[in-house]
């Protein structure tokens, strides 16, 4: 379960699923908007304040805010699903 005010794990993960092919403009913004919403809301919450699962789904979705793709990102990119722009 992913700590109040984040994005839900589920989102996260059925967003990075989705082929980029099979959505639509109001999705790619949609996620980019709850991508960086997350991140933000990842850079104000002390780590000392997560919990252990959202300290887990931050390293797993690289919400370390560094300009490196999220390992489900990279997954998409090897597989040809991803966008390969990050």
Not at 59 to 72: C, G, K, R, V
Request: hydrophobic share 20%.
């Amino acid at each position: 379960m992913s700590d109040h005010g984040r994005q839900s794990f589920t989102d996260k993960a059925s967003a990075a699923l989705k082929p980029d092919s099979e959505k639509s403009t109001t999705e790619h913004f949609g996620d980019k908007l709850k991508g960086k919403s997350d991140s933000a809301a990842s850079t104000l919450q002390p780590e000392s304040e997560k919990s252990t699962t959202q300290r887990v789904g931050d390293t797993f979705s690289s919400n370390s805010n560094h300009d490196q793709p999220s390992l489900a990102q990279k997954a998409k990119n090897a597989v040809g699903l991803g966008n390969n722009n990050n």
